[in-house]
């Protein structure tokens, strides 16, 4: 939900997207929970497996987030993250998959560039590259 504004972040989110082909990321405007839950589920299309992002979701380090991700093989996921006020109790109980990148809270936009950094990241963890020294 919402447009990124801060340069710094734009400049790191397009980093990872050109490293990450065939992600693409969609855009909705931010507004009240409710009106933010329809655009979203109007959003997703019937293939894609949805991924809530949310605090309470499961945690994961990069190495067993890594090997989530493979469990999935080549289905389409659909990661969503709120806006300010964060994901609708039905919206996040209609995921496939609650996913949390961390106990704190983070605005949307650094929320998107830590999310496209652990995808990047375990592409390169599932491919054996030196990117991940863990």
């Known amino acids: 939900m919402g447009k990124v504004r801060k340069a710094w972040v734009q400049e790191g989110i397009s980093i990872y997207l050109k490293r990450l ?18 655009c979203i ?4 299309k ?3 497996t949805t991924v809530m992002l949310a605090e309470e979701g499961d945690r994961f380090d990069s190495v067993n ?6 469990r999935y093989g080549s289905e389409r996921l659909a990661f969503v993250i ?3 006020d964060g994901l609708t109790q039905q919206l ?8 949390s990148l961390s106990p704190m809270t983070f605005p949307h936009d ?3 560039l830590l999310l496209l950094e652990q995808l990047f990241r375990a592409k390169a963890i599932q491919s ?3 990117y991940h020294r863990g």
Do not use: H, I, N
Request: no cysteine.
């Open 92 to 99: 996040k109980q209609s995921a496939t998959w609650r996913l």
């Open 110 to 112: 650094l929320a998107r």
């Open 128 to 130: 054996g590259s030196p």
């Open 82 to 84: 709120g806006g300010a």
């Open 46 to 48: 019937p293939d894609e």
């Open 65 to 70: 987030f890594a090997a989530q991700l493979e």
């Open 21 to 38: 082909p065939g992600l693409t990321v969609t855009e909705l405007r931010d507004s009240t929970p409710e009106k933010e839950a329809e």
């Open 41 to 44: 589920r109007q959003a997703l």
